[in-house]
């Protein structure tokens, strides 16, 4: 993680449905953060075209479905999305291991032969969602779940690590814990940013870029105190510089 500057290590989320305004967000910040972030809504809204549209930018792209459901089913959806060459992918570790091991399987299998063809494709980091950012103690105890949250991402986190994912994708709470329990190379991907001053949303578990990324953060995605800002350009840079 320490090879990573600090505008590398911001991924940008584009909350948005408009593949105009992805690729032109994703454009003007090409030079000031290390990739963007494109979900289930805009993914479901555009596509595998929408999707092109962005990549012209020039921008890694971190393509977040929290793919879930039978290993053969999730595997082959991973290889299904090969092509768009993104740079990171996730899954939901909740599926379990069998599914986590065939993701991981299916996105190295499909780096190394795509069709038979003279195609090089480079794995995607493959991540696994523990608990999403959403949800507090409370939550968990209303699915089911044992409280409390950090005992449930470890414990997820180690098994993701064991069936062959490259890291996962956790709250900034977390960060300390997962370091301990999964190691230096194992990557987090840290959601729940919010520099200082910024409203929190729909985000339950929160920290400030600087903290986050002081206590072990690989990555940290960051949406609207970005995109909504004034000048996204400036609010990227500041964010950098908070980080150096």
Known sequence: MNDLTPSQRILCAL????????????????????GVKLGLEYFGACGPAGFDHVAQSGMP???????????????????????????????????????MTAAAQA???????????????????????????SMDDSDLRDVGLSPPVESQVVRMARLAKKSGLDGVVCSPFEITALREACGPDFKLI???????????????????????????????????????????????????RELE
């Open 15 to 34: 909350d948005t449905t408009d593949p105009q305004v992805a690729f032109d967000l994703a454009e003007k910040l090409r030079d000031h953060v290390g």
């Open 107 to 133: 996105a190295t299998e499909a780096a190394k032969n795509v069709d038979g063809n003279n195609i090089n494709y480079v794995r995607p980091i493959i991540v696994g969602v523990t608990i999403l950012t």
């Open 190 to 240: 840290v959601p729940g940013i919010r520099p200082t001053g910024s409203s929190k949303g729909d985000q339950k578990r929160t920290m400030t870029p600087r903290d986050a990324v002081a206590r072990g953060a690989d990555y940290i995605v960051i949406g609207r105190p970005i995109t909504e800002a004034d000048d996204p350009i400036k609010a990227a840079q500041d964010i950098a």
């Open 61 to 99: 792209i971190f393509l977040d479905l929290k793919l879930h459901d039978i290993p053969n089913t999730v595997a082959k959806a991973i290889s299904a999305l090969m092509p768009l060459r993104p740079h990171i992918m996730t899954i939901h570790t909740s599926g379990g291991a069998a599914m």
